[in-house]
């Protein structure tokens, strides 16, 4: 898995940091995506692309 | 002549629900989707504009930046005559294009990301128990709404925004007006001037007082330092007050009218563990229902083309996203509620750069809601036949006015 954010598309609505917590955080002040790890273990495959598949502002990719 | 023949045979737009069937989108929007997902459609105030049902077209145009919310531009589609005074009466979040949307939205998105709201769920827990133990005190009969669906969110919001919960009547009758299609642009105009002057004594009064940890403080804070001015400050607050009000508590309402008559589903749901446990149910709740059924609005900033469809510059674009959480393409047997499903690709919330800003609140409310309702009050049912109940067709924002329910 290879997993990359785009902080400038992003609009803070949370979901992937709801979604998978120990991979994506969040900017205290405005919340926008922080990536935590870029490579996640393959166990978080399912997370990570639902990450991706709802973030409305199309700013994670996951490649892998 | 001819033109005005072609425009008089187009559908009208917003489509009726089949009052037998409150919980589907209309008849008619379902059939478009099947024969012309990209339709052209005639509006209140004579208007045409087009009308997309299909889930992955609403799902591209609402991420083109190509297609803009700014409703100050000619062509832009409102919703009727109130919500359009409304909308052109000063910039929000809703009308607002990058970066001016950015700039605002990420002013606003610290109060309402991950980390908070989870850190707010054992308060909204403590007001979900609350009111479920006056409604216990006073039962054993209720109106769901009334004792619950509507003050749970309020609540929330009230003490997220720090207003006066005691208000709340005020804001909730001028929300319902400004979520109301059929309003006159003068009672549109009159209501945001109440709820205009109303905030800005609050602000005020505010200003003059130590800084709290809640949203109005922080937007103040920003006012001080001169990076937002206060008429900006005071759009916020009214924005987040008339968002917060007529949103949750019509999917509470609707919720909880949708499992009551799925009974194989309830049944699931109540096997739920805890809150969390009912998260993808919510999802699924959030999918079969979708409440924002009035469209996202949009217009085109250049010629688009949508599957040999030309749209023009200027011309309106209408997302129904009621529709597209239907389509069979993107999700399986869409017709019918599957609390064990996975839906969480739907759209209840829009999409792109505008999707719901208090979605991970409005999340945890409904998660927090519904498990406490059908936990604590396990032989909750319905007192009145499906059929007697009123809904809210014309209200931007669907919703049922009172669910009389009876329990023990």
Known sequence: LKISVDESRCVASGQCAMIAPTVFDQDEEDGTVILLQSQPPDEFGELVRRAEQVCPALAIRVAG | ?408
Request: aromatic share 6%.
């Open chain 2, 1 to 408: 002549v001819e033109e005005y023949k072609v425009m008089h045979d187009l559908p009208f737009f917003p489509m009726q629900r089949d009052e037998r069937c409150p919980f589907d989108p209309a008849p008619e929007l379902l059939q478009l989707q099947k024969t012309d997902p990209i339709a052209r459609v005639r509006l209140w105030d004579g208007t045409v504009a087009w009308l997309i049902t299909s889930y992955a077209r609403q799902r591209a145009l609402l991420s083109d930046a190509r297609v803009s919310s700014d409703a100050r531009l000619p062509g832009y589609p409102f919703s009727g005559p109130a919500i359009k005074a409304r909308r052109l009466s000063a910039p929000n979040l809703v009308t607002t294009d990058n970066p001016e949307h950015d700039r605002l939205r990420k002013m606003l998105t610290r109060d309402f990301m991950a980390k908070r709201i989870n850190a707010l769920r054992p308060r909204i827990q403590q007001i979900a128990d609350e009111l479920i133990d006056v409604m216990l005190a006073s039962g054993p009969s209720a109106d769901l709404v009334e004792a619950f669906a509507l003050p749970l969110p309020s609540l929330a919001i009230c003490e997220i925004l720090a207003v006066p919960y005691e208000d709340h009547a005020i804001f909730q009758g001028l929300a319902s007006t400004l979520h109301d299609t059929t309003a006159t642009a003068d009672q549109g105009t009159e209501s945001i001037d109440v709820l205009r002057s109303y905030v800005r004594k609050l602000v005020d009064k505010k200003y003059q007082e130590p800084v709290h940890d809640d949203v109005t403080s922080h937007l103040l804070e920003l006012s001080r330092k001169g990076i937002l001015d206060k008429a900006a400050v005071i759009e916020a607050l009214i924005f987040l007050v008339v968002a917060g009000h007529e949103t949750t508590a019509n999917m509470l309402g609707l919720s909880v009218l949708a499992l009551l008559s799925n009974s194989d589903q309830l049944e699931v749901f109540r096997s739920f563990e805890d809150p969390i446990d009912a998260a993808n149910a919510i999802e699924e709740l959030l999918r079969y229902l979708t409440i924002a059924h009035a469209g996202r609005r949009r217009v085109a900033l250049e010629d688009l083309e949508i599957d040999g469809q030309i749209i023009r510059a200027g011309e309106g674009l209408i997302m129904a996203t009621e529709a597209g959480n239907r389509d069979p393409e993107a999700f399986t047997n869409p017709g019918v509620l599957d609390v064990r499903s996975a839906a969480s690709h739907h759209m209840a919330f829009g999409f792109g750069i505008h999707q719901c800003l208090g979605q991970l609140l409005a999340r945890a409310e409904l998660q927090i809601g519904l498990w406490s309702l059908f936990t604590r009050i396990p032989s909750m049912r319905l007192s009145v036949p499906l059929e007697q109940l009123s809904f809210k067709q014309r209200h931007t924002v669907y919703g049922v006015r009172a669910v009389p329910i009876e329990w023990g």
